[in-house]
């Protein structure tokens, strides 16, 4: 299986800082990642798929990229609304395996 | 608009089984892969298998073979997944999510069924 390593596993930022979590893949996948963000006690929402492409809705301070297997996502200027776990997903191969998620917390 | 709608929490006994359901609207059913999905509290997500909605074919994570069987029902676009011989390291909230074709992605998400395993 493919592991996705995220870190890091928890983040304090204060109001428009900028962020960014990253997810290493244990092997080549290409394109095949997808961001999402979750709220307590809520279902995972899509963010970003094929590692640069926003999902419909979300806001244009979500950016994807990648260097090589190391896949990073940038919030340019954290807004409340952004607080939550963030986890990244490999969609190269099944099964699809998940990052451990990042806890994204107001300083 | 797309909406899947998951069953209700469970409280189940050890070794006992429950059928969890996905009713979909608002797209083809059959048109679509619709995958399954466990998060243990506090934990990783985790891919369970996904099932096709047209024929019903099915790809599984080899962890979760024997555990959970996918079936679907055209007529009224739902999914369900079975769970069997339950133990408490099934207690979790599982999570149906409609697959993108293309892209491997999972774009819309039920709102997920804690199910706890419990004597």
């Known amino acids: 299986d493919i592991q996705m390593t995220q870190s890091p596993a928890s983040l304090s930022a204060s109001l428009e800082e900028i962020v960014t979590i990253t997810c290493q893949a244990s092997q080549n996948i290409g394109n095949w990642l997808a961001w999402y963000q979750q709220k307590p006690g809520k279902s995972p929402q899509l963010l970003i798929y094929?590692?640069?492409s926003l999902a419909d809705g979300v806001p244009s301070r979500f950016s994807g990229s990648r260097s090589g297997t190391q896949y990073s996502l940038k919030i340019s200027r954290l807004q409340v609304e952004d607080i939550g776990i963030y986890y990244c997903q490999q969609a190269s191969s099944t099964p699809y395996t998940f990052g451990a998620g990042t806890k994204l917390e107001l300083k | 608009e797309v909406q899947l709608q998951q069953s209700g929490a469970e409280l189940v006994k050890p070794g006992a089984s429950v059928k969890l359901s996905c009713k979909t609207s608002g797209y083809t059913f059959s048109n679509y892969y619709m995958s399954w999905l466990k998060q243990m509290p506090g934990q990783n997500i985790e891919w369970i298998g996904n099932i096709y909605g047209g024929n019903g074919g099915t790809g599984y994570n080899q962890k979760f073979k024997g555990k959970a069987t996918l079936t679907v029902d055209k007529s009224s676009s739902t999914a369900y997944m079975d769970l069997s011989s339950l133990t408490s390291e099934d207690s979790a909230v599982y999570f149906c999510a409609r697959k993108n074709y293309g892209y491997n992605f999972f774009d819309y998400w039920g709102q997920g069924v804690m199910v706890t395993v419990s004597s």
């Open positions: 094929g590692t640069t």
